[in-house]
């Protein structure tokens, strides 16, 4: 070590310490001062960011392991660096104007600004997760939700699980083991992945037994099928992702059920995708709820959280306790619980259901399938207007589109909309496409007629703003003064999101 050779040895370390520069000045250079303005990341990650950069160079300082500091430019090109190679999340928000609601390749259901806080209090402490508070001793996670759900719908019981296919596993495994299930040969689905109906109950040890055609069932089918013995269960599925037209009949759950009972067999009813307030969509058959499922008298129903309920992704079971009970108690169920932070977003979306036009309003799902087109035009208009002002040079119109429910919910079911639609000069579309797509807030788009259209039902408060910073971006239009603001901020909606920490992207 040649520093402690020298007569003093302190000195030059004394000396190199004094030049690291201030925070607040290396704050204040490029380009760091601009990557703050244009929100690509908060205040408190630039800050937190630096001051670790800052405190790496004193310890290497202090250790003799280098004999210069840089400037406070010099140092804040290294923070940028370092932001870029951390900060930039693999998962991240991004702006969906698809117009596709529940579009599952982008996470499906958004939160609402009181869920989303709540949960961030849940994940930022210790919680009674599975703790009795008046008791003081162990408690069950179920319990959160399972009063709330079945207050919500009228059921004698209810359990959640990790999402809705564990759900269905659960219930045939628990209930069905080693016994005949049957089920209607138009309902033998596939959801996606690997999650096909046949394939599950194999997999749990029940027979299936196929009843009807593809395109046609009818109640005699189910009565052939129930007068073996062994048959102990009808399975309806939810036909989420397709549909069959034309020459065709299914037996509706209400006479399933009936079939199920006059042969004491169960009544069981994998529904995919099931609002907890009855859907009236614009133009469209009314979607009965939870309650008006179980007021049929099926057994029990299986349905995703994350879904028509435009919650947290979860597998929500409901219907009779005896058999609600039996799953609780199957060794399963313990490998597919519920996280603490799923759990506490769907209870707290539970209870905003307990007012079902607070519901209507604050779960986004809700809001966004409710939209009139007419709503629709006048957030295209408004988008488009700040897109003029903020990214000028850009082809702009208003297009009508079909919107879609999405993630295997309503598969029939297309929401009449508007969408901004964009072409840039001397950028073909998909070039626009890409370049939305991997701008700092990516927006994702589709492509007609040569233009980009963005959809506005599915934009989240704020988002119109995001989008006009992308295009401008993309344009090579990207001012600083045009940026989304830190998290934590009103936008331009007047919404205020809630501190997001971890300022993304
Ligand atoms: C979506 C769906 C599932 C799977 O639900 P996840 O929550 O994605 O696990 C199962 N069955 C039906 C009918 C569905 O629509």
Redesign the pocket.
């Known amino acids: 070590m040649g520093i402690r050779d020298t007569p003093n040895p302190d000195r030059p370390i004394q000396d190199l310490l004094r030049q690291i520069p201030k925070v607040d000045l290396v704050l204040a250079q490029e380009p760091l001062a601009a990557l703050e303005a244009r929100g690509a990341y908060s205040h408190g990650q630039v800050l937190s960011t630096t001051r670790n950069h800052l405190d790496d160079l004193r310890k290497a300082v202090l250790a003799g392991q280098t004999g210069q500091v840089p400037d406070s430019a010099a140092a804040a090109r290294a923070v940028a660096g370092s932001l870029e190679r951390v900060g930039a999340f693999r998962l991240r928000p991004v702006v969906n104007a698809t117009g596709v609601v529940l579009h ?1 390749n982008l996470g ?1 259901a958004p939160l609402g600004p009181a869920v989303a806080s709540h949960l961030a209090q849940v994940a930022q402490g210790y919680g009674n997760l599975e703790y009795d508070l008046s008791k003081g001793e162990r408690g069950s996670r179920y319990d959160h939700v399972e009063d709330l759900l079945c207050q919500l719908s009228g059921a004698e019981s209810a359990l959640v699980v ?7 596993f659960l219930m045939l495994d628990a209930l069905c083991k080693g016994q005949g299930v049957a089920i209607s040969r138009g309902e033998l ?1 596939e ?2 992945g690997s ?1 096909r ?1 046949p394939d599950i109950l194999a997999q749990t040890g029940a027979r299936l037994v196929e009843v009807g055609t593809t395109n046609k069932t009818h109640p005699a089918d189910y009565r052939r099928a129930l007068e073996d013995r062994a048959v102990r269960a009808l399975l309806k ?5 397709f549909v069959i037209r034309g020459f065709t009949q299914e037996v509706p759950l209400a006479d399933l059920v009936r079939l199920a009972r006059q042969a004491g067999a169960l009544a069981l009813y ?4 099931l609002p907890l307030v009855p859907l009236d969509l614009p133009g469209q058959d009314r979607v009965p709820s939870l309650r008006e499922v179980l007021a049929t008298g099926v057994d029990l129903v ?6 028509l309920a435009g919650s947290a ?3 929500i079971l409901a219907g009779r306790r005896d058999l609600i009970d039996r799953i609780k108690g199957n060794p399963l169920t313990r490998m597919v619980r519920i996280d603490k932070l799923s759990l506490s977003a769907l209870e707290a979306d539970l209870q905003l259901y307990r007012d079902p036009d607070r519901a209507r309003t604050e779960i986004p799902v809700l809001r966004m399938l409710d939209m009139t087109a007419e709503e629709c035009r006048r957030r295209a208009e408004a988008l488009e207007a700040l897109v003029e002002a903020q990214a000028p040079g850009l082809g702009l119109d208003l297009a009508p589109v079909r919107d879609e429910p999405g ?3 309503l598969p029939d079911v297309q929401l009449d909309g508007w969408a901004l639609a964009v072409s840039a000069p001397g950028l073909s579309a998909d070039g626009l496409l890409a370049g939305l797509r991997t701008g700092p807030w990516p927006v994702v788009g589709r492509i007609a007629q040569d233009r980009v259209l963005l959809s506005v039902r599915t934009l989240m408060p704020g988002d119109d703003r995001r989008v006009a910073l992308a295009l401008a971006h993309v344009v090579g239009e990207a001012d600083a003064s045009v940026g989304m603001e830190p998290s934590g901020s009103a936008d331009a909606e007047g919404a205020v999101r809630p501190e997001s920490g971890g300022g993304v992207c």
């Open positions: 599952t499906r990790n999402n809705n296919a564990s759900a269905v689905v959801i996606g999650f109906i599925v939810h036909a989420s992702n994998d529904a995919g995708a299986a349905f995703s959280g994350d879904k992704q979860a597998g993630g295997g919910s």
